[in-house]
């Protein structure tokens, strides 16, 4: 509706992870998401990968404590502490025994203790998709324009 009325693009961050997780695992039928409490429960991304028939599992009710402490930590300055690099490994091992291969991470603190991770499976940074989905966004603004030129002078 805002992009409607404004005429401003308006960039849907759910949906570029999910078009990011698709081109990074085409066959992609179920996800992990690791997120704030918040996030989870709005299930913005269960509706959005839905539509794709793509499954989004939350960790239980114990493992989400370990993500917001994780959170946490990470605010505190506590990325490199060692529990929490435990916290998460364990989540994501949890993800992982569970037939999980595909991760999200849901928030923007988590990548800061992940990517020092070696893990097993495709960990999908929240933030880096939405990067490339601004980048992919730009070049197609540019491409319409051009697009529009050529057309004007036809």
Request: net charge positive.
């Amino acid at each position: 509706m805002f992009q409607r009325v404004s005429g401003v693009r308006i960039l849907d961050m759910v949906e570029i992870v999910c078009r990011y997780a698709l081109e990074q695992k085409p066959t992609l039928k179920q996800i992990a998401l690791l997120s704030t409490e918040a996030t989870a429960k709005s299930a913005i991304y269960q509706k959005t990968f839905a539509a794709k028939n793509i499954e989004v599992v939350l960790p239980s009710v114990d493992e989400r404590r370990k993500i917001s402490f994780v959170i946490e930590q990470v605010k505190i300055g506590q990325a490199e502490a060692a529990v929490t690099r435990e916290a998460i490994i364990q989540v994501i091992n949890s993800m992982i025994h569970q037939g999980i291969d595909t991760i999200i991470l849901g928030c923007t603190e988590l990548p800061e203790v992940s990517i020092r991770v070696p893990m097993q499976c495709l960990l999908i940074d929240t933030t880096q998709a939405l990067v490339q989905g601004t980048i992919d966004a730009v070049e197609l603004i540019k491409t319409e324009k051009l697009l529009g030129k050529i057309k004007s002078k036809l």
